[in-house]
């Protein structure tokens, strides 16, 4: 009887146990060990926020019963989308391991510019739109060559850039500080009342669990075409339907109250495109390249200077377009839409969502999740009638503790490597 008799890699025993092996993987048990393994390696993903933000929800509606009330959430939803965009353009910064300090002041300096040249100028509200985001991105360009020829760190010409915009912005509203908007403006109407109707909202609902089935099974489809184990048709089909089940009861909820809003939609829809300019194309691979290791990605070929000059303009231009729904939202091209509160809610609630300070690691669902914790904790605290000065400070311990389980995951995913 030979040494291998029985044993031989390509016997039928063995090849029968691995089968099994890829079977287990691919179903919903799994799954869940897969989903086990990455946590017990440093990946969590959005599991702490997600907790987080079932505690505060929870702890806001025993001690207030209308937190979680239709209208509420409606109001809040309104709330949470100019913040957000913003948000959404501290992301991209984050992944490659800068920050933009200036947003709240260039989302306030996009603001003057559409109450001027719309309201005192006379000049039509797209064009006047068009401004205001061309000049958000002129910043983003100009932070990207003192980053890139001049060697200015982030740090210092964001900074510069949050003192000199907030002066422009005073400087532009004049002594009145505050520009009124037209009230019966389709900007304004976009801003304070429009809500999709309800057929619509279901439609779009049902959106984000097709379009993670669709990924999922070519996903699947490629790891079967290289001869790796894939996940099973029904844990794909499980998947997609829980995430639709909770979006339509999330509208459905909604449509108690006001519905939906637009605004709120407009924010997601930028969220979905982020996330798979970031995921799914060269560009996205490679802010997640130069984020982890901006020599080897030089060495990889990656420009990273366009790379660096991408992800500043693209900032800039989405703190202009928050700025411009806050003006919406406000009515008024005034000095709200870039204080300092919206600067440092913007950089939190990326934090907060899960992007990583030390760049290379994060999602633009990180700005949503994140600005819905944020923006729920002044909800709760507004209704309870207690001082925002509770606000800035749990905010303040919540930003910490994501910071903190930033840290950690960010260790241990280097000891298991070293593993």
């Given at each position: 009887m030979?040494p291998?008799?029985g044993?031989?890699?390509?016997?039928?025993?063995?090849?029968?146990?691995?089968d099994?092996?890829?079977?287990?993987?691919?179903?919903?048990?799994?799954?869940?060990?897969?989903?086990?393994?990455?946590?017990?390696?440093?990946?969590?993903g959005?599991?702490p926020?997600?907790?987080?933000?079932?505690?505060i929800w929870?702890?806001?509606?025993?001690?207030?019963?209308?937190?979680?009330?239709?209208r509420?959430?409606?109001?809040?939803?309104?709330?949470?989308s100019?913040?957000g965009?913003?948000?959404?353009?501290i992301?991209c910064?984050?992944?490659?391991g800068?920050?933009?300090?200036?947003?709240?002041s260039?989302?306030?300096?996009?603001s003057?510019?559409?109450?001027?040249?719309?309201v005192?100028?006379?000049?039509p509200?797209?064009?006047?739109?068009?401004?205001?985001?061309?000049?958000?991105?002129?910043?983003?360009c100009l932070?990207?060559?003192?980053?890139?020829?001049?060697g200015?760190?982030s740090?210092?010409?964001?900074?510069?850039?949050l003192?000199?915009?907030?002066?422009?912005?005073?400087?532009?509203?004049?002594p009145?500080?505050?520009?009124?908007?037209?009230?019966e403006s389709?900007?304004?109407?976009?801003?304070q009342l429009?809500?999709?109707?309800?057929?619509?909202?279901?439609?779009?609902?049902?959106?984000p669990?097709a379009l993670?089935?669709?990924?999922?099974?070519?996903?699947?489809?490629?790891?079967r075409?290289?001869g790796?184990?894939?996940?099973?048709?029904?844990?794909?089909?499980?998947?997609a339907?829980?995430?639709t089940?909770v979006?339509?009861g999330?509208?459905?909820?909604?449509?108690?109250?006001?519905?939906?809003p637009?605004?709120?939609?407009?924010?997601?829809?930028?969220v979905m495109?982020?996330?798979?300019?970031?995921?799914?194309?060269?560009?996205g691979?490679?802010?997640?390249?130069?984020?982890?290791?901006?020599?080897?990605?030089?060495?990889?070929?990656?420009?990273v200077?366009?790379?660096?000059?991408?992800?500043?303009?693209?900032?800039?231009?989405?703190?202009?377009?928050g700025?411009?729904?806050?003006?919406?939202r406000?009515?008024?091209?005034?000095?709200?839409?870039?204080?300092v509160?919206v600067?440092?809610?913007?950089?939190a609630?990326?934090?907060?969502?899960?992007?990583?300070l030390f760049?290379?690691?994060?999602?633009?669902y990180s700005?949503?999740l994140?600005?819905?914790?944020?923006?729920?904790?002044?909800?709760?605290?507004?209704?309870?009638?207690?001082?925002?000065?509770?606000r800035?400070?749990?905010?303040g311990?919540?930003?910490?503790?994501?910071?903190?389980?930033?840290?950690?995951?960010?260790r241990?995913?280097?000891?298991?490597?070293?593993?």
């Open positions: 030979s291998d008799s044993h031989h890699a390509d016997s039928p025993a063995l090849l029968d146990r691995g099994t092996r890829l079977k287990d993987r691919s179903g919903i048990a799994g799954a869940l060990k897969a989903f086990a393994d990455r946590v017990q390696s440093g990946d969590l959005s599991l926020v997600v907790i987080g933000l079932a505690i929870t702890v806001f509606q025993t001690l207030n019963p209308v937190f979680l009330s239709p509420n959430l409606v109001n809040l939803l309104f709330d949470c100019t913040v965009v913003i948000s959404l353009g992301v910064v984050l992944m490659v800068e920050i933009d300090l200036s947003v709240g260039v989302s306030g300096l996009s003057a510019i559409l109450g001027v040249l719309w005192r100028l006379g000049w509200p797209e064009l006047a739109i068009l401004a205001a985001l061309a000049a958000g991105c002129l910043i983003g932070y990207a060559l003192l980053f890139n020829r001049l200015m760190p740090f210092v010409s964001t900074l510069a850039g003192l000199g915009f907030l002066g422009l912005q005073l400087y532009i509203l004049g009145k500080g505050s520009i009124n908007l037209p009230y389709p900007l304004v109407t976009f801003g429009l809500v999709m109707p309800a057929p619509v909202s279901y439609a779009l609902a049902a959106v669990g993670t089935l669709v990924r999922r099974l070519r996903t699947a489809r490629r790891r075409a290289s790796l184990s894939s996940r099973a048709l029904g844990g794909l089909l499980l998947e339907g829980l995430i089940v979006l339509e999330m509208a459905y909820y909604l449509n108690f109250a006001r519905g939906v637009w605004m709120f939609g407009l924010f997601v829809g930028l495109a982020m996330n798979y300019a970031l995921r799914s194309t060269q560009w691979r490679s802010m997640t390249a130069v984020g982890g290791n901006r020599e080897a990605a030089r060495r990889a070929g990656i420009d200077r366009l790379i660096y000059a991408s992800a500043f303009a693209l900032c800039s231009t989405l703190a202009a377009a700025g411009l729904l806050s003006a919406a406000l009515a008024s091209s005034n000095l709200q839409a870039g204080t509160d600067n440092l809610n913007a950089i609630a990326a934090v907060i969502g899960g992007t990583s760049g290379g690691r994060g999602s633009a700005a949503l994140g600005i819905i914790v944020i923006q729920s904790i002044a909800s709760g605290l507004t209704l309870l009638d207690l001082s925002s000065s509770l800035y400070m749990i905010t311990g919540v930003l910490a503790i994501a910071v903190v389980v930033d840290s950690l995951a960010r241990s995913r280097v000891s298991h490597g070293r593993a």
